[in-house]
């Protein structure tokens, strides 16, 4: 069974910095693309970033490309989003997800997902 478990959000000021974790169980990142999205409230899901399975490339949202980096650690099965210089409107529940191609995750076509962390940005 594919179990994710989010962890690391919290309240932060604007310019600073969270990480977050993605604990993955079940599967391996051999398996499957994982990226991450999030929602925020009223409003539709954002496709945040993504990993390819196949060679590591790495893939972004405009709204985040230079400050969020998106990274694994296949050893720990562990995803992770490293989120620097945030601005409010990075406020949102940040999930990870499994997609069946990295392209997925910008377009809300997702496998797994887990329950979520919040970040809060205030200004």
């Known amino acids: 069974e594919v179990q994710l478990v989010e962890s690391g959000g919290g309240l932060v000021q604007a310019g600073g910095s969270l990480r977050l974790a993605c604990a993955a169980s079940?599967?391996?990142?051999?398996?499957?693309?994982i990226g991450w999205f999030r929602q925020a409230p009223g409003e539709e899901r954002e496709g945040v970033s993504a990993?390819?399975?196949?060679?590591?490339?790495?893939y972004y949202a405009d709204s985040v490309k230079g400050r969020f980096t998106i990274s694994s650690d296949n050893a720990k099965n562990t995803l992770y989003l490293q989120m620097n210089s945030l601005k409010p409107e990075d406020t949102a529940v940040y999930y990870c997800?499994?997609?069946?191609?990295?392209?997925?995750?910008?377009?809300?076509?997702?496998?797994?997902w887990g329950q979520g962390t919040q970040v809060t940005v205030s200004s």
């Open positions: 997800a499994t997609v069946s191609h990295w392209s997925s995750i910008f377009v809300g076509d997702f496998g797994s």
């Open positions: 079940g599967f391996t990142f051999d398996d499957y693309d």
């Open positions: 990993i390819s399975s196949s060679d590591g490339s790495t």
